[in-house]
């Protein structure tokens, strides 16, 4: 994964020595159970999860340069929440923030930056995002960011013993990113 960076930000791998900041906010009630998985446990396992998140290559640790500080991550993972359109090239952006540093609006500095990697670097066709129907904080970062709302799908959260949730899609296409950048 390249290196992305913002005015506030560095979006880079992860590393093992990252796991006191991941579990900081990955024990949170609020973050967890907002993206489909429950709160880590103790540091060892936020340990295990960024060994995933190195073995799979998609997720970014989003730094906080202020401070030098783990404080989310960012993905952008092969998924293709749409059958009829999986002849696309595309993506998922997916993420999680430290409550600490929630209304600062860096979430949004780090979708932009990184629907700008997409398709600019990637040439990706489309970008999907989702967030449970209860979440919306989520909703609001996604429509600042230039998605626009497609659909709605019913699901069973496995990582949460099988609870049943609403996830709404959105998506930006590459002529909607280009038809933003002029219009800024």
């Given at each position: 994964m390249e290196t992305l960076t913002t005015?506030?930000?560095?979006?880079?791998?992860?590393?093992i020595s990252d796991s006191k900041d991941l579990y900081e906010y990955a024990k949170s009630d609020f973050v967890g159970p907002n993206a489909g998985w429950p709160p880590h446990k103790n540091e060892e396992e936020s340990k295990e999860v960024?060994?995933?998140?190195?073995?799979?290559n998609d997720t970014y640790a989003v730094v906080l340069k202020e401070e030098n500080k783990v404080i989310g991550s960012i993905g952008l993972h092969e998924r293709k929440p749409?059958?009829?359109l999986v002849d696309l090239k595309q993506r998922e952006i997916?993420?999680?923030?430290?409550?600490?540093?929630w209304g600062r609006g860096l979430i949004p500095e780090a979708v932009n930056r990184?629907?700008?990697y997409g398709f600019e670097i990637l040439n990706l066709d489309i970008i999907w995002c989702g967030h449970f129907d209860s979440n919306h904080n989520s909703k609001r970062v996604y429509e600042k960011c230039?998605?626009?709302?497609?659909?709605?799908?019913?699901?069973?959260?496995?990582?949460l013993n099988n609870?049943?949730?609403i996830t709404l899609y959105y998506s930006i296409t590459k002529s909607d990113y280009i038809k933003n950048i002029r219009e800024r």
């Open positions: 005015e506030r930000l560095i979006l880079r791998e992860w590393k960024i060994k995933l998140f190195i073995q799979e749409d059958e009829n997916g993420y999680v923030l430290n409550p600490k540093y990184v629907i700008q230039g998605f626009i709302y497609r659909f709605q799908k019913k699901q069973k959260l496995k990582l609870k049943e949730a």
